[in-house]
């Protein structure tokens, strides 16, 4: 009898999913690996070892609980599903809405000229059976409800208010936040200078993971950084021990050190669950709830937990939202018309002294990870304040990062990092060397002095800083904290004026260009 194919994408790795059949008996399972998703971009070796392995082990892990399964590989996912569709006679398709822009309308075509010949079924990737805490709809519906014609603009602490409102997470029993406020930002701020980080879970490659290794070492199209150590969960029961290690051992000072910045500290005290969390091993309703369970057994304080459930309930959601709402003229909108190309550094860390920018980009070449604010003070800082194309900036994110996937990197790249999409941003996080040298230990061992702005060895990040402010003075005056600051910049003579503008552009022209010749396929499926 012909019985359903169920679909599970390379990101939907967990047996609550509705892409996975609810016993053995009601469909059999397909996992495709696709080559024009292998080669779309020069792909970071350890994340490709990661998504093929985890979908490895996945399917492995089906069929030891008597899940009929294959693995097909094929030119695109669409083909290994037709493959499938002959091979076990299905009835129909099921699946989850595709993650990415670039499978949605490949499946969208598939079902118009009839690709598999059978049904395909869709289910939100949000929701009961999905991977968000919320379906697209109801993400949808809020963001038509709350944009302003005078100010179409989506906020984010709108949005988040609305999230812990609605699950009632760090709520009291008045309906007002925990501690008076929703957030506690400003407490999650301190720089580490004279603290350690506890050392960071890692999980020993299996023979499953090898076998992956040894594929990436000969993969077949272009590929950036180390392949090993790799030290990456590739199962359920590695995420969460990920997990468990990360509330036994960081959740107390998570908070305290969020933004803060050190030399040989990749991981400081971060969660390293968001590869993880994206690839379905773990889902975001049991990490918010291992959070409101240690803030409410005093293990975790209310500001860390805070500023936790507000990157998953608040920012994890609200980037998988805009995206749908954005895509696909997010991949080329540039509203500061930024076009330098690319500088080299960001593939060969080798290539600039910069110690914050070499550091940051060494680490994840060897690491494939980042946190947050590497991700968006130094490294997007730089691009946004050199005027670096945001699109070149965003495949780099998109290949070289762990957790990157289309619908988390590009509103992240575009919106926070470049404000190349103004949809749900109000001021672009330009910063000069003052808040590196204040949040990380890079600049003391730097031949760049952070407090001069002119000079050979006046930072880099300086000049930059404060040409960007007078190239964008018109769009960032109507900020009033840039506008603020720009009277700084109006009280300097025009003599130190000059002279800063022209560092920066002297800066800009000796920038050294990617010259890797490597393309990039946004929609490859
Ligand atoms: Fe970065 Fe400038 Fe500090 Fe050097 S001095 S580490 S370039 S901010």
């Known amino acids: 009898m012909a019985r359903p194919l169920y679909f599970v994408g390379p990101w939907d790795l967990n047996r609550d999913l509705a892409c996975v059949p609810p016993d053995p008996q009601a469909g059999s399972v397909v996992l495709v690996e696709s080559e ?14 990661l998504v093929l392995s985890a979908m490895r082990h996945f399917a492995h892990e089906l069929e030891e609980a008597g899940y009929h399964v294959s693995i097909v590989r094929a030119k695109t996912y669409a083909e290994g599903l037709q493959k499938a569709v002959k091979k076990q006679r299905a009835s129909e398709i099921i699946a989850l809405m595709p993650r990415e822009y670039g499978l949605s309308r490949s499946f969208a075509q598939a079902v118009e000229q009839n690709t598999w010949g059978v049904p395909l079924t869709l289910h939100d990737d949000g929701g009961d059976g999905g991977h968000y805490l919320l379906t697209r709809e109801a993400f949808a519906e809020w963001a038509q409800r709350t944009q302003k014609k005078s100010d179409p603009r989506w906020r984010m602490d709108t949005f988040y208010r609305w999230m812990r409102q609605r699950t009632g997470w760090l709520m009291d029993d008045k309906g007002k936040p925990e501690g008076g406020k929703y957030s506690f930002d400003a407490e999650n701020r ?43 969960p590739v199962t359920r029961a590695e995420a969460l021990q990920a997990l468990d290690a990360f509330f036994a051992q960081r959740a107390e ?9 050190l030399g040989g500290e990749p991981f400081m005290w971060h969660t390293l669950i968001s590869s993880s969390l994206n690839l379905s091993l773990l889902h975001p309703q049991e990490v918010c709830e291992r959070v409101l369970e240690a803030q409410a057994n005093g293990t975790m304080p209310l500001a860390a937990a805070e500023g936790l459930l507000r990157q998953i309930m608040g920012w994890r959601e609200f980037m998988r939202g805009i995206y749908w709402q954005r895509v696909p003229q997010m991949r080329i909108t540039n509203t500061l018309k930024a076009h330098h190309p690319l500088p080299k550094f960001y593939w060969e860390p080798a290539e600039t002294d910069m110690n914050c920018v070499r550091t940051s980009v060494q680490q994840v070449h ?25 699109h070149a900036l965003s495949h780099w994110f998109w290949a070289g990062f762990v957790d990157a996937y289309e619908w988390v990197e590009l509103p992240n790249v575009m919106g926070m990092a470049t ?19 204040r949040m990380s230990d890079y600049c003391k061992s730097c031949p760049y002095n952070p407090k001069e702005r002119v000079g050979s060895d006046a930072c880099p990040f300086n000049a930059l800083f404060w040409a960007f402010m007078h190239r964008h003075r018109t769009r960032l005056e109507k900020n009033i904290r840039l506008k603020m600051l720009l009277r700084t910049w109006d009280k300097w003579d025009k003599k130190q004026r000059d002279a800063i503008l022209r560092r920066a552009r002297q800066l800009v022209k000796n920038l050294p260009v990617d010259d890797t010749g490597w393309t990039y396929e946004d929609d490859a499926a």
């Open 366 to 390: 060897d690491t494939d990870y980042g946190h947050h604010i590497q991700r968006l003070m130094v490294l997007g800082n730089f691009a946004l304040i050199a005027g670096v194309d945001p």
């Open 253 to 261: 000072k998570f908070g305290d050190y969020q933004d803060a910045m």
């Open 419 to 437: 404000f190349a999409d103004t949809s749900f941003t109000t001021k672009p996080y330009a910063a000069a060397a003052a808040y590196i040298d």
């Open 36 to 49: 024009a998703k292998g080669r779309a971009l020069p792909w970071h070796k350890q994340k490709l070892v």
């Open 190 to 232: 301190k720089p580490a200078k004279n603290e350690s980080p506890p050392s960071a879970p890692s999980f020993e490659p299996d023979a499953i993971t090898r076998k992956a290794m040894a594929q990436v070492k000969k993969w077949p199209s272009p590929t950036w950084g180390e392949l090993e150590p790799f030290r990456w």
